[in-house]
């Protein structure tokens, strides 16, 4: 069960990379309450370049995507 979820999360996060404009208008259509919001494309735009930007990380391309350094939630 772990790797038919892991598959299906691995094919929505490549739709998502590849398809931004598409998968905006996907979120709108299902969430039609963000079209409330006046600034929302903006913010899901702006959300999803931070959000793309963890998968071509340094430490994405060497240690996989979702590592973190434990060291770096340290204060």
């Known amino acids: ?4 979820m892991t598959a299906g999360l691995c094919e929505g996060v490549k739709f998502a990379l590849l398809n931004p404009k598409e998968t ?20 899901i735009e702006i959300g999803m370049g ?3 930007s963890n998968y071509v990380s340094k ?17």
């Open 1 to 4: 069960m772990c790797a038919e």
């Open 50 to 52: 931070v959000w793309s």
């Open 59 to 75: 430490e994405a391309m060497e240690q996989g995507v979702a590592w973190a350094d434990p060291r770096s939630t340290r204060r």
């Open 24 to 43: 905006i208008e996907i979120m709108f259509k299902e969430v039609p309450e963000l079209k409330l919001a006046s600034t929302a494309q903006e913010q």
